[in-house]
């Protein structure tokens, strides 16, 4: 569920799970995280300030941060839906009304960093295993084949027309390499 621009760091994923609270907030990956669920980063951001300095019911939040009751409620839904977040539901004695007090679920956002982490870790694994396992071929443009693309290929690139050489990938190995630890 997690779908980032550009691909993620292990480093990115270790510093977002270092967090706690609102400092969580500050790291790419959370923000990328509640972006996703969301739809609106500014104001989701600032709702879950909210409700982690106990603004909690969906009026507080609208007054505090001044943005439309419809809004923030919009949002929250969208965070429930996403397992982000959590709401009581209360009455209210005198008026009758339901107060829906809300919670944001700091462990559910670990928990996704975690996953994606794991799977991170897998691609990573997988990608070292075929780098050390296989010899590289690649044009002048960039494109790059395995052994045994190239030389279906004659050592021609079929996309430019022209010569495959021989791609020392241990930098990328090392890459790699470095990646896991
Ligand atoms: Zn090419």
């Known amino acids: 569920m997690l779908n980032v621009n ?11 799970l270092s967090k706690e609270g609102a400092e969580m907030l500050n790291e790419t990956l959370v923000q990328e995280l509640i972006y ?3 739809d609106d980063n500014e104001n989701s951001i600032s709702i879950i300030k909210c409700l982690l300095e106990d603004k ?10 001044e943005l439309r009751l419809n809004i923030v409620r ?3 839904y969208k965070l429930y839906d996403a397992g982000l977040a959590s709401y009581k539901r209360s009455k209210d004695p005198e008026t009758q009304w ?15 960093i975690t ?6 870790s897998r691609e990573i694994e997988e990608s070292l295993a075929y780098e050390e396992d296989n010899m590289f071929f690649s044009c002048i443009n960039g494109c790059r084949y395995n052994f045994e693309e190239a030389s279906e290929h004659n050592f021609i690139c079929p996309e430019c027309e022209t010569t495959l ?3 020392d990938n241990s930098p990328l ?3 790699l390499k470095e990646k896991m630890s």
């Open 6 to 16: 550009g691909p993620i760091t292990q480093e990115q994923i270790k510093s977002s």
């Open 36 to 38: 996703e669920v969301t």
């Open 56 to 65: 909690i019911t969906d009026e507080e939040i609208s007054e505090e941060i």
């Open 74 to 76: 919009k949002i929250l």
């Open 98 to 112: 339901y107060t829906y007090s809300w919670k944001f679920e700091t462990d559910k956002v670990i928990e996704t």
């Open 115 to 120: 996953k994606e982490f794991e799977k991170n």
């Open 165 to 167: 050489e021989y791609q």
């Open 173 to 175: 190995i090392t890459e």
